[in-house]
């Protein structure tokens, strides 16, 4: 699966290798986590209303010291996985040759897009993917998998996801004001 990320989560953690002695325990061995979180105080939590993480892996193509640099990147994903209580998807490795995405990593939050209503079952396209949901009072913030089209609908009204050339990463959600078929 090629997956293009227009966004990361709020929440970032890492993992060390197990072997204490290994050399490479905190770079090659190790794994990075990222999710949707919210802010209390001076921490994120994750309040999870759908659990799920991406995770990369220290021998893949990804920089934890500078993850604003994957931002537009394509990746080679597994499938999305169901471990641990929780949505997982493995971003193994750069696309080479910038292959048309099959799905983007977008990252919506009350603070930009408005407040959802994760209940109700019309607040997203049926093919948009929820890989993690967090809220906690009125904050909110939701990883999915979109396709050009797909949408998602808050208290603002419909954004969608469109394709434009001139656009920085290819790809941004839009407020729709045009009426969208479930």
Not at 125 to 146: C, F, G, H, K
């Amino acid at each position: 699966m090629l997956v293009k990320i227009l966004q990361f989560g709020t929440s970032w953690w890492s993992k060390a290798g197990s072997n204490p002695a290994d050399p490479y325990r905190y770079t090659r061995r190790a794994a990075y986590f990222n999710s949707t979180g919210v802010r209390c105080g001076k921490k994120v939590r994750h309040h999870w209303l759908v659990r799920g993480l991406i995770r990369f892996n220290g021998v893949g193509d990804f920089n934890p010291n500078f993850p604003g640099r994957s931002i537009g990147q394509t990746f080679e994903c597994s499938d999305i996985g169901f471990a641990f209580g929780g949505n997982r998807l493995l971003f193994e490795r750069k696309a080479r040759n910038a292959p048309t995405p099959g799905s983007y990593l977008v990252v919506i939050s009350r603070e930009r897009c408005g407040q959802f209503d994760f209940a109700s079952g019309d607040w997203k396209s049926p093919a948009t993917v929820t890989l993690a949901i967090t809220e906690l009072r009125d904050q909110q913030e939701a990883m999915l998998l979109m396709q050009p089209g797909d949408w998602v609908r808050s208290n603002l009204g419909i954004w969608q996801l469109r394709t434009f050339a001139q656009v920085r990463y290819g790809a941004a959600l839009e407020l729709s004001n045009e009426l969208v078929s479930a």
